[in-house]
């Protein structure tokens, strides 16, 4: 196999500052989200959340709507 000009560069700072830059955004995503988790975790009881499947379903009121969009598109 031949090498091209780009695979025998050695890495400098170019390299350096790519690879903290890029691995930034991963890190930056796991930290808001860590963030958030704890603030809904706090704020369960304020806001009324519960995690009840029944909490979950449709109301009957949206059912019509629901089953009206889905032949339409379908």
């Not at 975790?41 to 059912?63: D, N, Q």
Request: charged content about 15%; glycine content about 10%; hydrophobic content about 40%.
């Amino acid at each position: 196999m031949s090498s091209s000009i780009i695979d025998d560069q050695p890495y400098g700072r170019f390299h350096r500052k790519l690879f903290f830059l890029s691995a930034g955004g991963p890190f930056l995503d796991g930290y808001i989200l860590s963030v958030i988790g704890v603030a809904i975790t706090g704020a369960t009881r304020e806001l009324g959340l519960t995690s009840s499947p029944r909490a979950w379903s449709v109301p009957r009121r949206w059912s019509a709507c629901w089953s009206a969009v889905s032949c339409s598109v379908g």
